[in-house]
């Protein structure tokens, strides 16, 4: 009898908890016109043509707008033609579809030493160290850093 008992009540409430979901975020089904996308942007971005580039990216997550390559590259392309508004929001919905994309954090890193707030862009070095270690893009973000390190009147000689 009491076998029984926990039985039915494990089965009463466990259902409702596992029917509400809870897991990752379910991506849509793979679109393979999304690489070409991606792979003419890229064409665009390498010859600064920032604007061609996002209509590639805007057409392309009308398309798949789950996917946070698109989103990344979206911000990487608006952090470049000094949109930094729109280059933050593009990569926080990259980093929402994806917490784990390394080249979103990077990037953020980035925009937020073109915005004066090296303090974020260091907070990100540090996850980045904790979710890859010295992978390229914690090693881009903190030569990045240096770099803005640097360039700051207080690390300038005579200052």
Partial sequence: MWRTFLLVATLTFTGP????????PVRPAYNDATPRAIASARQYIERQ?????LQVLETARRRDPGNADLWNWT?????QRGKLPQAFSAYDE???????????????GEAWLMDGQPEKAEALLAELKALCGACD????????????RGQQPENQPGY
């Fill in 17 to 24: 908890a596992l029917a509400a979901g809870g897991g990752p």
């Fill in 49 to 53: 043509e920032w604007d061609q580039a």
């Fill in 75 to 79: 911000g990487y392309a608006e952090r």
């Fill in 94 to 108: 990259a980093l929402r579809l994806d917490p784990g994309h390394l080249g979103a954090r990077e990037y953020l």
């Fill in 137 to 148: 893009e914690e090693r881009d973000l903190a030569a990045a850093i240096d770099r803005y």
